[in-house]
């Protein structure tokens, strides 16, 4: 039976003491190199997997640090139903950054984890949180301001899958070679090359664990969050990239334009593949244009 992650990592109890958090620090160059990267992913998502092998090839050019959001895979919660907010997520970041010492970071957050990273930005911008780190540079990937748009808990059949789970992880297995269709687009996903690669998705999908009821709890908090009003307010000394595949199916290019049409000095970059997009091009692409924005190379 496979297991994942197949690799050390470490574990931290909650400060709220509602259960774990699972996270992984991938040391950079051993002569320090850039600012400190903390990557956020997505609904239902485990950083510690599905960041996997893209995350291996950048920790050759900065430190990373990768986490289980609460409640899916290794960060487990006492209360799979219990309420979740954007502001518990913010305040399991802050924890991992206070834990390995960082004072100034670099973030990515892709689509669910895109709002999480701008709740980290409102909580720092608004004042209400105190904050032990300062963000530099934010990468906005496959991301919206405002979710409720496209996202309804009653409207898709397809959530069901994704909050009734099968106990059975071989079953989980099969829908999710359905469900993860919606992460690409139509032509990667008929391509026999990539067919090994779809597979082990589905594969690691049905074996780490994405209980329904934090699942509906994620996809409720998403649906309730807008920062709209907010991303006007980021300042030009917090460098912002907003991410975007054409094809993505999941997460409509309009959300894009709209980031970037309320961040006036936002970077926006589009590329024609789907909602996954690091499982697109290759690690080196996208260690490129990540190095070359974080970096600050034109």
Known sequence: MPTFP?????????????????????????????????????????????????????????????????????????DEETPLTVTQHVKDIDQLVRLVGWKEIDLLGFSMGGSIVQGVLAEGLLGSMDLSFKVRRVILASTAARFSSELGLDSHPEWDALFKPSPDPEERVAVAKQLIQEDYDPAFCEDSANQPLLGKRAVEYGYVSRPGGVVREQLRMAHGSSFLDMLPKIPESIGVLSLHGSLDQTVSQEHQLRIISSIKHAQSLTFPCGHSWFDYFGEEHWAQVIGNFLDGVA
């Open 6 to 78: 197949n690799f050390a990592y470490e574990t931290v109890a909650r400060q709220d003491g509602s259960g774990e958090l699972a996270y992984k620090v991938l040391p950079g160059p051993a002569n320090g190199g850039s600012i400190p990267f903390v990557m956020i992913t997505g609904l239902a998502a485990s950083g510690l997997v599905d960041w996997f092998p893209m995350v291996e090839y950048l920790s050759k050019f900065r430190t990373i640090l990768v986490m289980d959001n609460r409640g899916i895979g290794r960060s487990s919660s006492k």
